[in-house]
């Protein structure tokens, strides 16, 4: 029988009912409590009964949602617009993704040298018509006659790998499973590479999404039998990335525990002791700070690779360094530094061209690029890119001559543009390669980057999204923030956000202290004990906006995903009064268990754990789910979830639905949003419209966005 009539009007207290049945345990003396811990366990049935009604009740209240449509109508416009990549030169060979108009996946591509002859290589539509694959990355090999693709499917980001024959697009290897979007670094001759796969499940069980090793896998050979190369014996949340220079010669393996920045560097002489067995050696200094190892092709082992180093440089700098010297340093020698640290801007990345290097930084969320000479360091041009905005990954030519780069912003699809080393007009170095397939027309939307301060005074960055550009009148306004694991909230094309301020709202994203915008002290300012630096400085968006007359507490809402669920989550709880609704996608919500689940205990450089007294005491001091009180006036909540997610479980969100819908004497409603067949990561284009329509919806409805 219906709980409820699918288009009755859902009052506030018609929830479904949720037993308070759970523990009350002293850990490190302090009480927790966890009422709800019952509906951890998702194969209950009541856990299965509870879900199903909150289910029903979502579906009853979204059925009277009057923007629905129209939102998800130009929505669908903006996202249909399509997509490109940068391509990735190999062998003759140009192999980039595209998304077309109307697809829903992007789909792997492959062209002459000249761009032209273009045919689809994998398309994850013609490998599953239902919708539910996606093409997770993708890797040629150097004479781009191979290429090793990997695909997941049902959200849950575990992939699998198959490597294609270019020519013939047919399968002649794999799958290979066990893997999670790893890195692949081809062999010179292409007759294999190495890769990160996890160990047999049968021999860690329970964890069987750790406990990565590297290994060398041959064409042919029964994965089964791949040489481990690096990773035995480590810890389980050690995480590779295997790189080889494009000759082949030079093997690097990249370590990072969970979320701690800090890189291990080991570094192998191929061409001393062959492939199956590199004698990898950990690179001097290197395990402290984040790292990374640019070696150019025929580089010998006194020739000059490229060192980007965070080690006291919080924002990076460039040194130069030779093979030889970083595994086994010589007395009295110096580092020498190419591009000094730059106060202002984070260093991301560094290109070898012929004769040029191209610099990347981010400066207070903003992309530039500046060319280098390789020899002295010395800035010799700044390329003049479209507009404040952010570009992607340098992807240079085997003859370093042209350079490709995707470039976006907050009103700009990814376009696709090369630079020539050959050109020596500045205006001229940088032309157009490739724009999205379609040209979307945006109505009446100005972006603004700004300043503001936080309550300790430390200046955050922000981009206000608006009709008019500036505060004319108090208007319905939402505030997306992340502020986590050093990740950087920049510009970049925003349906969603279009959608929302062509109807007359305010949409911003704040950079947040957490994330990577400012560098890594920014990060290191907003995680484990710092953690409330990151509510605070969202708190503080709100009390600017407000105070610059952008919105008012009756029209502000706030908007996050994954860690930045979590964060809007935070803050609401602590500041329940200043907003109208918050929307919590895939969050993190019960910091005292957040170990037990998902991908929890590679998060512990981030948060800390609860195993430790002093971590517990901030994590339960700023946990949502245990922030919760009793007869406290909540906004209207949307969490929502994925049932394929397994990064963050679906459990944080019943456990905090069940206590808001308990606690909250606010106007509500407390609703659970629950997708089932997409996950954390990549999904397609319908189920993306789908759910950000629904997400804007939720909060037009709430903060009387009615134009």
Same mark, same amino acid.
């Given at each position: 029988m219906s709980v409820l009539n699918e288009h009755a009007e859902v009052a506030v207290g018609s929830y479904p009912p949720a037993p308070?049945?759970?523990? %009350?345990?002293? @850990?490190?003396?302090?009480?927790?409590? /966890?009422? $709800?811990?019952? @509906?951890?366990?998702?194969?209950?049935?009541?856990?299965?009964?509870?879900?199903?009604?909150?289910?029903?009740? $979502?579906?009853?209240?979204?059925?009277?949602?009057?923007?629905?449509?129209?939102? #998800?109508?130009?929505?669908?416009?903006?996202? /249909?617009?399509?997509?490109?990549?940068?391509? %990735?030169?190999?062998?003759? #060979?140009?192999?980039?993704?595209?998304?077309?108009?109307?697809?829903?996946?992007?789909?792997?591509?492959?062209?002459d040298a000249r761009g032209s002859g273009a045919r689809i290589l994998w398309d994850p539509l013609v490998q599953d018509p239902s919708g539910l694959t996606v093409l997770e990355c993708w890797e040629p090999s150097s004479d781009g006659s =191979?290429?090793?693709?990997? $695909?997941?499917?049902?959200?849950?980001?575990?992939?699998l790998l198959v490597v294609l024959d270019v020519a013939s697009g047919r399968v002649v290897d794999g799958p290979i499973d066990r893997l999670r979007r790893c890195d692949v670094a081809w062999l010179a001759d292409s007759s294999g590479f $190495?890769?990160?796969?996890?160990?047999?499940?049968?021999?860690?069980?329970?964890?069987? #999404?750790?406990?990565?090793?590297?290994? @060398?896998?041959?064409?042919?050979? &029964?994965?089964?039998?791949?040489?481990v190369v690096f990773g035995e014996g480590r810890a389980m949340d050690d995480f590779y990335t295997p790189? =080889?220079?494009?000759? +082949?010669?030079?093997?690097? %393996?990249?370590?990072? #525990?969970?979320?701690d920045p800090a890189t291990e560097l080991w570094l192998a002489d191929l061409a001393a002791s062959g492939p199956e067995a590199p004698m990898l050696r950990r690179v001097v200094g290197s395990g402290a700070a984040r790292m990374d190892l640019v070696i150019p092709a025929g580089t010998e082992p006194q020739d000059t690779a490229y060192l980007i180093t965070f080690q006291d440089a919080p924002n990076g700098r460039l040194e130069a360094v030779r093979p030889a010297a970083l595994l086994a340093p010589e007395p009295d020698s110096q580092p020498v530094v190419?591009?000094?640290e730059d106060p202002e801007a984070v260093l991301t990345e560094v290109a070898v061209l012929d004769g040029r290097l191209l610099v990347t930084r981010v400066r207070h969320a903003v992309s530039e690029i500046t060319v280098?000479?390789?020899h002295t360091g010395v800035q010799v041009d700044q390329l003049s890119l479209p507009g404040p905005g952010t570009v992607g990954t340098v992807r240079t030519a085997p003859d370093g001559r042209e350079a490709w780069f995707g470039y976006t912003d907050h009103i700009t699809p990814i376009s696709v543009l090369r630079y020539d080393v050959r050109s020596d007009a500045r205006s001229g170095s940088v032309a157009p390669w490739a724009a999205a397939p379609g040209t979307p027309v945006i109505e009446g939307c100005v972006v603004r980057r700004v300043r503001f301060p936080s309550h300790d005074g430390t200046l955050v960055t922000a981009f206000v999204l608006s009709p008019t550009g500036h505060p004319d009148r108090p208007r319905p306004t939402v505030i997306s923030g992340y502020g986590g694991f050093g990740a950087s909230i920049v510009p970049g094309w925003a349906p969603q956000a279009l959608a929302w301020v062509e109807r007359g709202g305010v949409f911003v994203f704040a950079c947040l202290r957490g994330g990577g915008e400012e560098g890594q002290a920014w990060h290191d300012a +907003?995680?484990?004990?710092?953690?409330?630096?990151?509510?605070?400085?969202?708190?503080?968006?709100? &009390?600017? =906006?407000?105070? &610059?007359?952008?919105t008012d507490p009756a029209r502000l809402g706030l908007l996050g995903s994954s860690n930045g669920g979590l964060t809007v989550a935070a803050a609401m709880t602590q500041h329940p009064e200043k907003y109208a609704a918050v929307v919590a996608v895939s969050p993190l919500l019960d910091m005292v268990r957040y170990e037990a689940s998902g991908m929890g205990p590679s998060w512990r450089e981030e948060y800390g754990t609860a195993a430790d007294p002093d971590d517990l005491a901030v994590l339960h001091a700023y946990s949502p789910y245990h922030r919760v009180r009793e007869g406290a006036r909540y906004p209207a909540v949307l969490l929502a979830v994925a049932d394929g997610d397994t990064r963050v479980s679906p459990l944080h969100a019943r456990k905090m639905c069940a206590a808001l819908q308990h606690a909250s004497a606010g106007p509500g409603p407390i609703l659970l949003r629950l997708e089932r067949g997409v996950g954390h990561g990549a999904r397609g284009i319908g189920a993306t419209v789908e759910l950000f329509a629904d997400v804007m919806v939720f909060l037009a409805e709430h903060l009387a966005l009615t134009m």
């Amino acid at each position: 029988m219906s709980v409820l009539n699918e288009h009755a009007e859902v009052a506030v207290g018609s929830y479904p009912p949720a037993p308070r049945t759970g523990p %009350v345990e002293a @850990l490190h003396g302090i009480p927790v409590a /966890d009422p $709800y811990r019952w @509906l951890e366990d998702e194969s209950d049935p009541a856990t299965t009964a509870w879900s199903a009604a909150q289910e029903e009740l $979502y579906a009853a209240r979204r059925g009277g949602w009057a923007l629905l449509e129209p939102m #998800r109508r130009r929505i669908a416009d903006l996202l /249909d617009v399509g997509s490109v990549s940068a391509p %990735v030169a190999r062998g003759g #060979r140009l192999f980039d993704t595209l998304r077309e108009p109307g697809r829903d996946q992007m789909a792997l591509r492959v062209t002459d040298a000249r761009g032209s002859g273009a045919r689809i290589l994998w398309d994850p539509l013609v490998q599953d018509p239902s919708g539910l694959t996606v093409l997770e990355c993708w890797e040629p090999s150097s004479d781009g006659s =191979l290429v090793a693709v990997q $695909y997941s499917a049902a959200g849950t980001e575990d992939t699998l790998l198959v490597v294609l024959d270019v020519a013939s697009g047919r399968v002649v290897d794999g799958p290979i499973d066990r893997l999670r979007r790893c890195d692949v670094a081809w062999l010179a001759d292409s007759s294999g590479f $190495y890769y990160a796969r996890r160990r047999p499940p049968e021999e860690i069980p329970g964890e069987e #999404r750790y406990h990565r090793r590297v290994r @060398l896998h041959r064409l042919g050979a &029964d994965p089964e039998t791949d040489a481990v190369v690096f990773g035995e014996g480590r810890a389980m949340d050690d995480f590779y990335t295997p790189r =080889l220079s494009a000759d +082949g010669r030079w093997l690097t %393996v990249a370590v990072t #525990r969970g979320a701690d920045p800090a890189t291990e560097l080991w570094l192998a002489d191929l061409a001393a002791s062959g492939p199956e067995a590199p004698m990898l050696r950990r690179v001097v200094g290197s395990g402290a700070a984040r790292m990374d190892l640019v070696i150019p092709a025929g580089t010998e082992p006194q020739d000059t690779a490229y060192l980007i180093t965070f080690q006291d440089a919080p924002n990076g700098r460039l040194e130069a360094v030779r093979p030889a010297a970083l595994l086994a340093p010589e007395p009295d020698s110096q580092p020498v530094v190419l591009v000094a640290e730059d106060p202002e801007a984070v260093l991301t990345e560094v290109a070898v061209l012929d004769g040029r290097l191209l610099v990347t930084r981010v400066r207070h969320a903003v992309s530039e690029i500046t060319v280098h000479d390789p020899h002295t360091g010395v800035q010799v041009d700044q390329l003049s890119l479209p507009g404040p905005g952010t570009v992607g990954t340098v992807r240079t030519a085997p003859d370093g001559r042209e350079a490709w780069f995707g470039y976006t912003d907050h009103i700009t699809p990814i376009s696709v543009l090369r630079y020539d080393v050959r050109s020596d007009a500045r205006s001229g170095s940088v032309a157009p390669w490739a724009a999205a397939p379609g040209t979307p027309v945006i109505e009446g939307c100005v972006v603004r980057r700004v300043r503001f301060p936080s309550h300790d005074g430390t200046l955050v960055t922000a981009f206000v999204l608006s009709p008019t550009g500036h505060p004319d009148r108090p208007r319905p306004t939402v505030i997306s923030g992340y502020g986590g694991f050093g990740a950087s909230i920049v510009p970049g094309w925003a349906p969603q956000a279009l959608a929302w301020v062509e109807r007359g709202g305010v949409f911003v994203f704040a950079c947040l202290r957490g994330g990577g915008e400012e560098g890594q002290a920014w990060h290191d300012a +907003g995680r484990r004990a710092a953690k409330q630096n990151t509510f605070d400085d969202l708190d503080a968006a709100a &009390d600017w =906006l407000i105070a &610059d007359g952008w919105t008012d507490p009756a029209r502000l809402g706030l908007l996050g995903s994954s860690n930045g669920g979590l964060t809007v989550a935070a803050a609401m709880t602590q500041h329940p009064e200043k907003y109208a609704a918050v929307v919590a996608v895939s969050p993190l919500l019960d910091m005292v268990r957040y170990e037990a689940s998902g991908m929890g205990p590679s998060w512990r450089e981030e948060y800390g754990t609860a195993a430790d007294p002093d971590d517990l005491a901030v994590l339960h001091a700023y946990s949502p789910y245990h922030r919760v009180r009793e007869g406290a006036r909540y906004p209207a909540v949307l969490l929502a979830v994925a049932d394929g997610d397994t990064r963050v479980s679906p459990l944080h969100a019943r456990k905090m639905c069940a206590a808001l819908q308990h606690a909250s004497a606010g106007p509500g409603p407390i609703l659970l949003r629950l997708e089932r067949g997409v996950g954390h990561g990549a999904r397609g284009i319908g189920a993306t419209v789908e759910l950000f329509a629904d997400v804007m919806v939720f909060l037009a409805e709430h903060l009387a966005l009615t134009m």
